[in-house]
Every structure is written in C-alpha cells, then in structure tokens.
C-alpha cells in the first residue's frame, strides 16, 4: 500500500533555528504539494512541483521559506531562520496530476512547535 | 473556485446513516464537487467526487442536486473510525488547477 511519507514527524524547536521537513512522494506521481494546518487559518497551499519543477508558490512566505525537489523521491520544505508563528502541522500531498481533478494523497503530516 | 458552506459540526449514532450536507450555490457548469475528510491527527483523505450524477463508492455516496446547487455526502452505516472533519471542496477541470482550497469543514463525531 503506497503511501506519503513524512519526518520528522514532530519537531520543538527553538525560535531563529532552521527546520527542515522532508517528504518522500508516492513512487510515479509527478506532483508533490506541500501544505500548512493552523486553527486559525485551516489548511491552506504552501507550493507545489510538478516533475520536481516549481509550479506555485504563492501560498509561501518568501523571506524565510523555500521549497525544492532534489530528486524525484525527495520533497523538502526549509524555514530560517524558525518564528513561534510558523508553528503548525506541515502536509506534504502527492499524486499523478494531469488535470485538476486528479487525487492527492496525504502524509501524516509534521507537527512543528517553535518556542 | 466557488465557495462551499458547511455546517461546523454534526453528530450521528453508530450503525446510522450520516448525512453530512454541503452549499455551493455558485458552482459553475465545469465544477465538479469534491470530499475529503480528515482524521484526528492525520492527513486530509479522499472520499469521493461528482460532477452532476450522484456517485457510490466503498466509503460513501454522493448526492448531488438536479440545479448543482447543494449536495449530500452519506456514510451509510456510520462507525467510530468515521469520527473526523469532512470537507467539502469544488474543483474545476483544468490543467493547472490543482490547488485544493479547504474552508473549514463539518466535524462530524460518531457516537457509540
């Protein structure tokens, strides 16, 4: 049963600290997303790739967020330096994406605490 | 992407039928609806999705209204591991669409 992986999965951290989350996609889809849960905002988009290239990241503060795709088994989302606003659950979602009705799968999500 | 309304939270006894209802009074004739739900502490999952027949699957049914306006997601024999947030979301069928916009869902709690 293929499926999303995540880690870490639960991260406390210091505020100005860097982060880094990985994410390895289901083996042949071609788009990997990259989302953020809080209470007060609900899930929202941070970025995807479509074969490993940068579609969107509108969704990504872009003073201290990145996003890339290495290779094609690895998804990574950067935050530095780390701010006690970023704490949140971080999604990673992939799927075989053709049209905008093709299916994403979840990972478990990291849940992120910065002090 | 038109909006959709739901209801914040609903509960429903175990071995009933769910109903969870969903709004989207704007749908445009190319906007299909879709839902998701997610369990405590997991990833958003797949349920099921429709365009204007009402569609069945193993998990639920969908039914969607003759004018698009409205639609029903039933989980027919509801159980405990059907406990979670279900969100109904309308997508549209084209390339480069591929954002997924949650709004805030139904938490729909099972009990025994």
């Known amino acids: 049963d293929a499926r999303v992986t995540q880690t870490p999965r639960h991260k406390v951290t210091e505020m100005g600290q860097e982060v880094t989350m990985r994410c390895q996609p289901i083996?042949?889809?071609?788009?990997v997303f990259w989302y953020r849960q809080t209470m007060m905002q609900g899930l929202e988009l941070l970025a995807y790739?479509?074969?490993?290239?940068?579609?969107?990241d509108s969704g990504m503060p872009k003073d201290r967020f990145s996003a890339e795709m290495p290779d094609a088994t690895l998804a990574t989302l950067k935050i530095q330096p780390s701010e006690p606003r970023d704490s949140a659950v971080y999604f990673c979602?992939?799927?075989?994406?053709?049209?905008?009705?093709?299916?994403?799968?979840f990972g478990p999500g990291t849940r992120l605490t910065v002090l | 992407d038109a909006k959709t309304t739901q209801p914040p939270s609903m509960d429903c006894a175990e071995g009933r039928a769910a109903n969870l209802p969903c709004n989207h009074s704007?749908?445009?004739?190319?906007?299909?609806v879709y839902w998701y739900r997610q369990i405590h502490s997991q990833g958003p999952q797949y349920i099921i999705h429709?365009?204007?027949n009402n569609e069945t699957n193993e998990m639920a049914s969908l039914i969607i209204t003759e004018d698009r306006k409205s639609s029903t997601l039933i989980l027919p024999h509801a159980t405990l591991r059907d406990t979670a947030v279900y969100y109904c979301?309308?997508?549209?069928?084209?390339?480069?669409?591929?954002?997924?916009?949650f709004g805030q869902g139904t938490r729909l709690t099972i009990n025994p």
């Open positions: 429709g365009l204007k």
């Open positions: 704007t749908i445009s004739g190319n906007e299909y």
């Open positions: 979602a992939s799927g075989q994406i053709v049209t905008g009705l093709d299916t994403q799968y």
């Open positions: 979301i309308v997508r549209v069928d084209r390339q480069g669409a591929q954002k997924l916009v």
């Open positions: 790739f479509r074969n490993r290239a940068p579609l969107d």
């Open positions: 083996l042949g889809h071609n788009t």
